[in-house]
């Protein structure tokens, strides 16, 4: 079976530009998140979807951040304009669609901003 | 205010000991609870879940659950340096369907 994949797995671009994060979940996971790991933190939720619909996305910063994941599958994340304080490491992961189930991640993207 | 604490660590164990991280977290209610395991520069995997009080094992690795304490942790026994990692504790909190995770504790297995 074949894991999350998520590309680029680099980035890095100056402030104030735009940029794009691709995700493909695992096969038959309806469920997608994306999430933002600072540097010796925890993951934390930007949004999440259930098929095609976003049904978290609370904490997700929409005057710059916005999300889409079209016919369900495959989600991107952008950020317009870049500001210094958004690297980190953006990581996809998807899950079964029943609450408890585990998440599985992708490698995700580090993203630096200078 | 969902919170998941861990001990940022780093523990060090010397190889062949068993280590012991722990966890809390606020909401009572909550039912499922999670450890990953996070290599430097990779992402989270997971090691186990558990949903129930008491003890689970696999293999080497036994996840305690606590929820009168809010308490949940995980034992490795026999560490190796291969074990050497930043481990992440995750709780689905009650009414809510998406895992909060804890900062994470560094491990470091020493040979």
């Known amino acids: 079976e074949a894991g999350v994949v998520q590309s680029p797995r680099y980035k890095i671009i100056e402030k104030k530009q735009p940029v794009a994060f691709w995700c493909n979940p695992i096969s038959g996971h309806n469920t997608l998140y994306w999430y933002r790991q600072n540097l010796g933190q925890g993951p934390e939720l930007l949004i999440r979807y259930e098929n095609e619909e976003a049904v978290d996305d609370s904490q997700l910063p929409k005057d710059r951040f916005s999300a889409e994941r079209l016919k369900g599958v495959d989600s991107t994340l952008k950020i317009q304009p870049a500001e210094l304080g958004d690297s980190a490491v953006y990581l996809c992961?998807?899950?079964?669609?029943?609450?408890?189930?585990?998440?599985?991640f992708g490698n995700g993207t580090r993203l630096t901003v200078t | 205010q969902k919170e998941v604490e861990q001990n940022s660590g780093p523990l060090s164990v010397p190889e062949g000991a068993i280590a012991s991280l722990n966890c809390t977290y606020s909401?009572?209610?909550?039912?499922?609870f999670f450890w990953y395991r996070q290599y430097s520069g990779k992402s989270p995997e997971l090691i186990m879940f558990i949903y129930s009080n008491g003890d689970k094992e696999d293999g080497r690795f036994t996840a305690q659950l606590n929820k009168a304490s809010q308490y949940v942790s995980l034992l490795i026994r026999d560490s190796q340096p291969s074990d050497s990692a930043t481990y992440l504790c995750?709780?689905?909190?009650?009414?809510?369907?998406?895992?909060?995770f804890g900062k994470g504790t560094m491990l470091l297995v020493s040979p």
């Open positions: 995750a709780v689905i909190y009650s009414g809510y369907s998406t895992l909060t």
């Open positions: 992961a998807s899950s079964l669609e029943q609450s408890n189930s585990p998440l599985h």
């Open positions: 909401d009572r209610g909550s039912q499922s």
